[in-house]
C-alpha cells in the first residue's frame, strides 16, 4: 500500500529503490559470566575483536581517495582515537577480570557506563560523540562474532537507518546504495553536508521510517523536499521519470555554464571562489572557472599522525596548490584544530568543557607559537609561486590580529635574510564567525586586507544552537532575522572601508538563497566546488538592482516564515 512519509531534505536528488532497514544498533546481551580458567581466553577474544576493528577501519582508510579521504579520514580518526581510549580498554579488561563476565556483556556494561557520563554532560556537542562511540562499540561487537558490521549496502537501495556516521556515506556509494533516509539526524549536520559533495540523496528526520518501512518495500526519495513515498503509484513514477529529465536538462544547461561568467542579469560580476582540501579540489575549482581557492584547510596537515607537519613539507603541499591555480589568488587559512577535530599531536587540548568555546583557531596558534611561525614561514614562502593569501580562524577581535600581523612581519624578514624569495605583500585576512568580532568590526577592520565570514560557526553562536543536535534542527537556521541583520551589518562595514566580504559557510553554496545575500551586498562567494555552477546559474539568473530595491523589506522580515517569503517573491521575479 502507498504511503508518504515526511522528512527533512538534507542533500537534493531523487531515487528510486528498494528499501534496506538497519535497526538501531542495540546491545541486547544477557548477563553471562565464565569461568576463572577462561579468563585469559577471553581477554585474548576481546583484544582480536579490537585489532580487527581497527584493521577495518584502516582498510576503508585506504579504500578512498582524494577530497574523501581527507572528509572522511576525520571520523575514521576519531572512532580510532576511540579504539585507543585506555577508559574503554582497561574497564573492559577489569569487567573481564574481576567480574568474570564474557566480553559481550562486559562491552555492554561499558558502553553503559560510559554512556552515562555522555548523557550527564551540559554540552550538546560532546553529547553527540556517543553515536561514535556506538559504532564503534557495534563494529568490536560484530567482531566478537565474526560476522560484517554493517549491513552491506547493493547497487539500486536506499538505506533506511536510525542514523548514518559520516565515515559510513562513501563507502556505502561505493556499494551503490542510491539513497538514505534517517529517523534522526540533521540537515546541517556533518553527515549532511558529505552527503551534499556525494550527490547522495539524502532525508533526515523522518520520525516514522523506521516503523513506516520494511526490508524490500520500494522507496521513492526526494532529497529535496524531504518526502518518501513508500510503494510509488503510477503517478508517482511519472513525476519521478519527469523529475530525472528535468535533472538532466539542468545538469547539461548547468555545464554550459563552466566557461560563462558569474554575471547578474543587469551585468554585476560577482567572485565565486572555492573551498578546497585537496589538489583534486583545486583542479576542479580550476576547471569550473573559480576566482580562486577561498579557503584552503590546512588542519588536514595536521590530523590523522602522532608528529607534527615540518616547514619543509607544509611549504611543498602550499606550493603545490599555488601551482595549481596557474595565478588565480590561493587563500590559505592557518591551522584550525580544536572543537570537533579530532588531534593525535596533542596539540589541542582533548578534555575542554566546552571544546566549540575553547582554544581553538587562532587561540590555539596564539598558544604555540613555535608551531604557529613554522605555518606561516611555509606559506610565505609559497607565495614566491602565486598569490596567497592568509585566512586567520576564530578571531574574537583587534589584538589578535595584531599580534598574528607582527609575527607575520618578523617571518617574512628572517626568511628574506635566509635567502628565501616571498612575495612583497601577502594579504593578511581574517574570519568572521564569533559574534562579537562581527558586531565590532569596525574596531579591526584597518588591520586587515580581507575578511571572508564562516557562517556555519557564527549561527549557532548567535542562535546559541548546535548545528550537530537533531532536538535543535528547526531553531538553527541561516534564515534568523539576527543573522541577516548581523551579515547586513559586516556587509556594509567592509564595503564603506572598501575592504572584500566573502562568505565562506554553508549558506554560500546554496543557491537558493543567492538572491538574498546578494540583496544584503555579498559580491564574493566560496564554496565546495560541486556546488559552484547552480550557484552561478542562480547569479545569472538575478537581477541585482531588484534585489537591491527589495533589501529594506527583506531586513524588516520578523520571522523565519517572513524571509522564505521575501525569497519565494524573489526567486519567482
Same mark, same amino acid.
Given at each position: 500500500?502507498?504511503?508518504?512519509?515526511?522528512?527533512?531534505?538534507?542533500?537534493?536528488?531523487?531515487?528510486?529503490?528498494?528499501?534496506?532497514?538497519?535497526?538501531?544498533?542495540?546491545?541486547? /546481551?544477557?548477563?553471562?559470566?565464565?569461568?576463572?580458567?577462561?579468563?585469559?581466553?577471553?581477554?585474548?577474544?576481546?583484544?582480536?575483536? &579490537?585489532?580487527?576493528?581497527?584493521?577495518?577501519?584502516?582498510?576503508?582508510?585506504?579504500?578512498?581517495?582524494?577530497?574523501?579521504?581527507?572528509?572522511?579520514?576525520?571520523?575514521?580518526?576519531?572512532?580510532?582515537?576511540?579504539?585507543?581510549?585506555?577508559?574503554?580498554?582497561?574497564?573492559?579488561?577489569?569487567?573481564?577480570?574481576?567480574?568474570?563476565?564474557?566480553?559481550?556483556?562486559?562491552?555492554?556494561?561499558?558502553?553503559?557506563?560510559?554512556?552515562?557520563?555522555?548523557?550527564? %554532560?551540559?554540552?550538546?556537542?560532546?553529547?553527540?560523540? %556517543?553515536?561514535?562511540?556506538?559504532?564503534?562499540?557495534?563494529? =568490536?561487537?560484530?567482531? *566478537?562474532?565474526?560476522?560484517?558490521?554493517?549491513? $552491506?549496502?547493493?547497487?539500486?537501495?536506499?538505506? &533506511?537507518?536510525?542514523?548514518?556516521?559520516?565515515?559510513?556515506?562513501?563507502?556505502?556509494?561505493?556499494?551503490?546504495?542510491?539513497?538514505?533516509?534517517?529517523?534522526?539526524?540533521?540537515?546541517?549536520?556533518?553527515?549532511? =553536508?558529505?552527503?551534499?559533495?556525494?550527490?547522495?540523496?539524502?532525508?533526515?528526520?523522518?520520525?516514522?521510517?523506521?516503523?513506516?518501512?520494511?526490508?524490500?518495500?520500494?522507496?521513492? /526519495?526526494?532529497?529535496?523536499?524531504?518526502?518518501? /513515498?513508500?510503494?510509488?503509484?503510477?503517478?508517482?513514477?511519472?513525476? !519521478?521519470?519527469?523529475?530525472?529529465?528535468?535533472?538532466?536538462?539542468?545538469?547539461?544547461? *548547468?555545464?554550459?555554464?563552466?566557461?560563462?561568467?558569474?554575471?547578474?542579469?543587469?551585468?554585476?560580476?560577482?567572485?565565486?571562489?572555492?573551498?578546497?582540501?585537496?589538489?583534486?579540489?583545486?583542479?576542479?575549482?580550476?576547471?569550473?572557472?573559480?576566482?580562486?581557492?577561498?579557503?584552503?584547510?590546512?588542519?588536514?596537515?595536521?590530523?590523522?599522525?602522532?608528529?607534527? $607537519?615540518?616547514?619543509?613539507?607544509?611549504?611543498?603541499? !602550499?606550493?603545490?596548490?599555488?601551482?595549481?591555480?596557474?595565478?588565480?589568488?590561493?587563500?590559505?587559512?592557518?591551522?584550525?584544530?580544536?572543537?570537533?577535530?579530532?588531534?593525535?599531536?596533542?596539540?589541542?587540548?582533548?578534555?575542554?568543557?566546552?571544546?566549540?568555546?575553547?582554544?581553538?583557531?587562532?587561540?590555539?596558534?596564539? +598558544?604555540? &607559537?613555535?608551531?604557529?611561525?613554522?605555518?606561516?614561514?611555509?606559506?610565505?614562502?609559497?607565495? +614566491? !609561486?602565486?598569490?596567497?593569501?592568509?585566512? &586567520?580562524?576564530?578571531?574574537?577581535?583587534?589584538?589578535?590580529?595584531?599580534?598574528?600581523?607582527?609575527? *607575520?612581519?618578523?617571518?617574512?624578514?628572517?626568511?628574506?635574510?635566509?635567502?628565501?624569495? =616571498?612575495?612583497?605583500?601577502?594579504?593578511?585576512?581574517? %574570519?568572521?564567525?564569533?559574534?562579537?568580532?562581527?558586531?565590532?568590526?569596525?574596531?579591526?577592520?584597518?588591520? /586587515?586586507?580581507?575578511?571572508?565570514?564562516?557562517?556555519?560557526?557564527?549561527?549557532?553562536?548567535?542562535?546559541?544552537?548546535?548545528?550537530?543536535?537533531?532536538?535543535?534542527?528547526?531553531? !538553527?537556521?541561516?534564515?534568523?532575522?539576527?543573522?541577516?541583520?548581523?551579515?547586513?551589518?559586516?556587509?556594509?562595514?567592509?564595503?564603506?572601508?572598501?575592504?572584500?566580504?566573502? %562568505?565562506?559557510?554553508?549558506?554560500?553554496?546554496?543557491?537558493?538563497?543567492?538572491?538574498?545575500?546578494? +540583496?544584503?551586498?555579498?559580491?564574493?562567494?566560496?564554496?565546495?566546488?560541486?556546488?559552484?555552477?547552480? *550557484?552561478?546559474?542562480?547569479?545569472?539568473?538575478?537581477?541585482?538592482?531588484?534585489?537591491?530595491?527589495?533589501?529594506?523589506?527583506?531586513?524588516?522580515?520578523?520571522?523565519?516564515?517572513? =524571509?522564505?517569503?521575501?525569497?519565494?517573491?524573489?526567486?519567482?521575479?
Amino acid at each position: 500500500m502507498r504511503a508518504l512519509l515526511p522528512g527533512h531534505g538534507a542533500s537534493r536528488g531523487s531515487a528510486l529503490g528498494r528499501a534496506r532497514v538497519r535497526l538501531p544498533h542495540v546491545l541486547d /546481551v544477557a548477563e553471562q559470566h565464565i569461568r576463572q580458567d577462561q579468563i585469559d581466553d577471553e581477554l585474548a577474544r576481546l583484544h582480536e575483536a &579490537v585489532d580487527a576493528t581497527r584493521r577495518e577501519m584502516h582498510s576503508l582508510r585506504a579504500r578512498l581517495h582524494g577530497a574523501l579521504a581527507k572528509e572522511v579520514g576525520e571520523f575514521l580518526d576519531l572512532h580510532a582515537l576511540l579504539l585507543d581510549d585506555p577508559e574503554l580498554l582497561h574497564g573492559l579488561d577489569q569487567l573481564i577480570r574481576a567480574g568474570r563476565y564474557t566480553a559481550d556483556y562486559a562491552l555492554r556494561l561499558q558502553r553503559d557506563r560510559l554512556a552515562a557520563v555522555f548523557d550527564g %554532560m551540559d554540552d550538546a556537542y560532546l553529547k553527540s560523540r %556517543m553515536d561514535d562511540l556506538d559504532h564503534v562499540i557495534g563494529r =568490536i561487537h560484530a567482531h *566478537l562474532h565474526q560476522r560484517a558490521t554493517d549491513t $552491506p549496502g547493493v547497487a539500486g537501495e536506499v538505506l &533506511v537507518s536510525d542514523n548514518v556516521a559520516p565515515s559510513e556515506l562513501a563507502e556505502l556509494q561505493q556499494q551503490g546504495v542510491v539513497a538514505v533516509v534517517t529517523a534522526a539526524g540533521s540537515a546541517l549536520s556533518h553527515s549532511a =553536508i558529505l552527503a551534499r559533495s556525494l550527490h547522495l540523496p539524502l532525508v533526515v528526520g523522518n520520525a516514522q521510517a523506521l516503523q513506516g518501512i520494511n526490508d524490500g518495500d520500494v522507496l521513492l /526519495v526526494d532529497g529535496s523536499t524531504g518526502e518518501v /513515498v513508500v510503494n510509488p503509484d503510477p503517478g508517482d513514477l511519472r513525476r !519521478y521519470r519527469e523529475r530525472l529529465r528535468d535533472a538532466a536538462r539542468e545538469q547539461r544547461e *548547468l555545464g554550459r555554464l563552466r566557461s560563462k561568467p558569474s554575471r547578474t542579469r543587469d551585468g554585476v560580476d560577482v567572485a565565486l571562489w572555492a573551498n578546497a582540501e585537496s589538489l583534486e579540489d583545486v583542479a576542479k575549482a580550476h576547471a569550473l572557472g573559480a576566482a580562486g581557492v577561498g579557503l584552503y584547510r590546512t588542519e588536514f596537515l595536521f590530523l590523522r599522525r602522532r608528529e607534527l $607537519p615540518g616547514e619543509d613539507e607544509q611549504f611543498q603541499v !602550499y606550493r603545490d596548490l599555488v601551482l595549481g591555480m596557474s595565478g588565480r589568488p590561493v587563500t590559505i587559512r592557518t591551522l584550525d584544530l580544536g572543537a570537533d577535530k579530532a588531534d593525535r599531536t596533542g596539540l589541542a587540548i582533548g578534555d575542554e568543557d566546552n571544546p566549540a568555546l575553547g582554544v581553538r583557531g587562532v587561540r590555539l596558534a596564539l +598558544a604555540h &607559537v613555535e608551531v604557529f611561525e613554522t605555518q606561516l614561514r611555509a606559506i610565505l614562502r609559497a607565495s +614566491a !609561486y602565486g598569490p596567497v593569501r592568509i585566512l &586567520v580562524p576564530m578571531v574574537s577581535g583587534r589584538e589578535e590580529l595584531l599580534e598574528v600581523r607582527r609575527r *607575520l612581519r618578523r617571518a617574512g624578514l628572517q626568511l628574506r635574510k635566509q635567502g628565501h624569495e =616571498i612575495a612583497g605583500h601577502v594579504e593578511l585576512g581574517a %574570519m568572521i564567525e564569533v559574534p562579537a568580532a562581527a558586531i565590532a568590526f569596525h574596531g579591526f577592520v584597518d588591520v /586587515v586586507d580581507f575578511v571572508s565570514i564562516g557562517t556555519n560557526d557564527l549561527v549557532q553562536y548567535l542562535l546559541a544552537a548546535d548545528r550537530n543536535n537533531e532536538a535543535l534542527g528547526e531553531l !538553527y537556521s541561516p534564515l534568523h532575522p539576527g543573522v541577516l541583520r548581523l551579515l547586513r551589518h559586516v556587509i556594509s562595514i567592509g564595503a564603506e572601508h572598501k575592504v572584500p566580504v566573502a %562568505m565562506c559557510g554553508e549558506m554560500a553554496g546554496d543557491a537558493t538563497l543567492a538572491p538574498m545575500l546578494l +540583496a544584503l551586498g555579498l559580491r564574493e562567494f566560496s564554496l565546495h566546488p560541486a556546488t559552484l555552477l547552480e *550557484l552561478r546559474k542562480a547569479i545569472r539568473d538575478s537581477d541585482l538592482s531588484d534585489l537591491q530595491s527589495r533589501a529594506a523589506k527583506l531586513l524588516q522580515a520578523r520571522d523565519r516564515a517572513g =524571509i522564505e517569503r521575501w525569497l519565494k517573491a524573489a526567486t519567482s521575479i
